[in-house]
């Protein structure tokens, strides 16, 4: 995967902690409880937390870049390691005013019950994202 021209990604809450899945694990979920014999109430998790930097970190290292962090807070940015240019920062404008610290699912109950487990890893999932980004980009369009 070869990266184009990028310029500075701006984010918010870099510690904010999130249970990352992929869409089509969880509508295979959403599968498996509808042909469930009794309805129930079901959560669709990994019960993996990464935080948005280690995501971030994780989308650069798809295209082989690795980022040096530096700062703290709203003063916090990464550098290309190779290159020394900024490719992230924190703004503040992207700070969620009721942010959770932390989100993380059990699906303990899905996986006894209906035998679902996520079926994507979110190293795969990342993989998978950054190539769709960069193919949306180089053929011009968003979706």
């Known amino acids: 995967i070869k990266l184009g021209r ?3 990604l701006e984010l918010g809450n870099l510690e904010a902690q999130r249970d990352w899945g992929y869409a ?3 509508v295979q979920g959403m599968h498996q409880m509808l042909q469930a014999d009794t309805s129930d109430t079901f959560v669709l998790a ?3 937390t990464q935080s948005i930097r280690e995501f971030v970190d994780m989308s650069f290292a798809a295209v082989d870049m690795q980022l040096e962090w530096s700062g703290r807070g709203e003063q916090e940015y990464a550098v290309d390691a190779a290159s020394g ?3 992230v920062r924190v703004n503040p404008r992207f700070f969620r005013p009721a942010e959770v610290d932390t ?3 059990d699906a303990g109950k899905a996986r006894e019950l209906l035998n679902w487990t996520p079926a994507t890893s979110l190293e795969a999932l990342c993989n998978m994202m950054v190539t769709e980004d ?3 980009h180089e053929v011009g ?3």
């Open 134 to 136: 960069i193919r949306r």
């Open 85 to 87: 240019k900024t490719l």
């Open 141 to 143: 369009r968003s979706w």
């Open 103 to 105: 989100l993380i699912g």
């Open 24 to 26: 089509e694990d969880y």
């Open 46 to 48: 990994t019960g993996r």
């Open 6 to 8: 990028l310029d500075s």
